[in-house]
């Protein structure tokens, strides 16, 4: 299918809702012509109709482990898994992002380089886009050390960042603090000292490529805004006392323009295992400490992504970011600020900005139909009518 149209009766376009009707002409994998009302498509175009439906652009995750089969202990059986496995384990990944609506995905932990090297080896227009930073640079023993991105000292550091642009990595990620899935690393205090933070990030610079850090806890995130990262995930700000992001970090995070992602959503069917709970709760963090974060960063302006963690376990599937976003409004976060944050503020922070995550004449025809209006009723994303990667129906 190559020329074709969405008639719907509305269209979040990446940034405001437009409402009154819309026709989205789609030609070669681009969007050709946006039009309001009651337009009517060139003769001969099929025209999808969809009376109650909206047209989005396609959701963006920007924190996802393709390799992680969102069983008990994802992370941690990584490394006894071989690669060819893990092939199968990221397209079935990526299969259901595409369902729920995500036509791009940005990788944040793979192990040892195996997301990169497949995408390498696949140009899939069937899949979603992949945006991916290979084996995070760790400490020695650090948080999610098995996937092979451990270092020790400046060297090391700029070595492993050559070696991931080498590979064709997309951006860097750092794990500047410990991590709730990883024994033995603390969720409380940074793993590397600024002049190595600094290190990861002026060569990463020199390459052309951004650095994003895992940061729980709050000197961990002070750290990364001393140093001048370009995004923080999670970024839970986690002190001996608990979880709690104070205003006045909120507020030098919006002045410096960094990217955070909260990684908020879970599956609401799914029950919690009791030691994951307890092991969260001992770093300090519970579902209502995470959401009151997530609105404190919102209230200051801090520029929200919207991505999942897809992939950590049963809670955590892959294709969960509807539930993200839901999670996101419930924390008073507005729709469209939400929806933004998963499309046209994902796209930019993935370095996509100039041809995804709007639905504009030029940019590619990647794009989500829903049943009623997400502004009004962010729980419409659970309800998919229509799913296009580079122009063509997903089935």
Same mark, same amino acid.
Request: charge should be negative.
């Given at each position: 299918?190559?020329?074709?149209? =969405?008639?719907?009766?509305?269209?979040?376009?990446?940034?405001?809702?437009?409402?009154?009707?819309?026709?989205?002409?789609?030609?070669?994998?681009? =969007?050709?012509?946006?039009?309001?009302?009651?337009?009517?498509?060139?003769?001969?175009?099929?025209?999808?109709?969809?009376?109650?439906?909206?047209?989005?652009?396609?959701?963006?995750?920007?924190?996802?482990?393709?390799?992680?089969?969102?069983?008990?202990?994802?992370?941690?059986?990584?490394?006894?898994?071989?690669?060819?496995?893990?092939?199968?384990?990221?397209?079935?990944?990526?299969?259901?992002?595409?369902?729920?609506?995500?036509?791009?995905?940005?990788?944040?932990?793979?192990?040892?380089?195996?997301?990169?090297?497949?995408?390498?080896?696949?140009?899939?227009?069937?899949?979603?886009?992949?945006?991916?930073?290979?084996?995070?640079?760790?400490?020695?023993?650090?948080?999610?050390?098995?996937?092979?991105?451990?270092?020790?000292?400046?060297?090391? =550091?700029?070595?492993?960042?050559?070696?991931?642009?080498?590979?064709?990595?997309?951006?860097?990620?750092?794990?500047?603090?410990?991590?709730?899935?990883?024994?033995?690393?603390?969720?409380?205090?940074?793993?590397?000292?600024?002049?190595?933070?600094?290190?990861?990030?002026?060569?990463?610079?020199?390459?052309?490529?951004?650095?994003?850090?895992?940061?729980?806890?709050?000197?961990?995130?002070?750290?990364?805004?001393?140093?001048?990262?370009?995004?923080?995930?999670?970024?839970?700000?986690?002190?001996?006392?608990?979880?709690?992001?104070?205003?006045?970090?909120?507020?030098?995070?919006?002045?410096?323009?960094?990217?955070?992602?909260?990684?908020?959503?879970?599956?609401?069917?799914?029950?919690?295992?009791?030691?994951?709970?307890?092991?969260?709760?001992?770093?300090?963090?519970?579902?209502?400490?995470?959401?009151?974060?997530?609105?404190?960063?919102?209230?200051?302006?801090?520029?929200?992504?919207?991505?999942?963690?897809?992939?950590?376990?049963?809670?955590?599937?892959?294709?969960?970011?509807?539930?993200?976003?839901?999670?996101?409004?419930?924390?008073?976060?507005?729709?469209?600020?939400?929806?933004?944050?998963?499309?046209?503020?994902?796209?930019?922070?993935?370095?996509?900005?100039?041809?995804?995550?709007?639905?504009?004449?030029?940019?590619?025809?990647?794009?989500?139909?829903?049943?009623?209006?997400?502004?009004?009723? =962010?729980?419409?994303?659970?309800?998919?009518?229509?799913?296009?990667?580079?122009?063509?129906?997903?089935?």
């Amino acid at each position: 299918m190559t020329t074709h149209a =969405i008639r719907a009766a509305r269209m979040f376009d990446g940034e405001r809702l437009v409402d009154g009707g819309v026709l989205v002409l789609l030609d070669g994998g681009h =969007i050709i012509d946006v039009q309001r009302g009651r337009a009517e498509a060139p003769e001969g175009w099929p025209v999808r109709e969809e009376p109650d439906g909206t047209v989005l652009p396609g959701l963006v995750d920007a924190h996802v482990h393709l390799c992680a089969d969102a069983g008990p202990d994802a992370l941690g059986r990584l490394a006894e898994r071989p690669e060819t496995d893990l092939d199968a384990v990221v397209e079935a990944s990526l299969r259901a992002h595409l369902a729920a609506g995500v036509t791009t995905v940005r990788d944040l932990g793979d192990r040892r380089g195996a997301v990169l090297r497949w995408r390498a080896r696949e140009v899939r227009d069937d899949l979603p886009t992949v945006v991916a930073s290979g084996a995070p640079v760790t400490t020695v023993g650090g948080h999610c050390w098995s996937m092979g991105g451990e270092v020790s000292g400046v060297d090391a =550091i700029h070595e492993a960042v050559r070696l991931k642009a080498a590979a064709g990595a997309d951006l860097v990620k750092v794990m500047a603090s410990g991590g709730v899935f990883t024994p033995g690393t603390d969720t409380t205090r940074p793993q590397f000292t600024d002049q190595e933070l600094t290190a990861a990030l002026t060569r990463a610079h020199d390459l052309g490529l951004p650095v994003t850090v895992h940061a729980h806890a709050l000197n961990a995130v002070e750290q990364a805004l001393r140093v001048g990262v370009d995004g923080i995930e999670h970024c839970t700000c986690v002190t001996a006392a608990g979880a709690h992001v104070p205003d006045e970090v909120a507020d030098r995070l919006a002045a410096s323009g960094v990217a955070v992602c909260a990684t908020l959503g879970t599956d609401p069917a799914v029950v919690t295992p009791p030691e994951v709970v307890a092991m969260a709760a001992r770093a300090g963090l519970s579902a209502a400490t995470l959401r009151d974060g997530a609105a404190t960063l919102h209230r200051a302006g801090v520029r929200l992504v919207a991505g999942s963690d897809a992939g950590l376990g049963p809670a955590k599937p892959h294709g969960i970011l509807p539930e993200t976003l839901v999670e996101y409004v419930a924390c008073g976060i507005p729709a469209t600020a939400a929806l933004a944050a998963a499309t046209s503020v994902g796209a930019e922070v993935c370095g996509l900005g100039q041809r995804k995550g709007r639905v504009r004449p030029g940019f590619e025809a990647d794009l989500l139909v829903v049943d009623g209006d997400p502004t009004s009723d =962010i729980s419409a994303l659970r309800r998919p009518l229509a799913v296009y990667r580079a122009g063509n129906p997903v089935r």
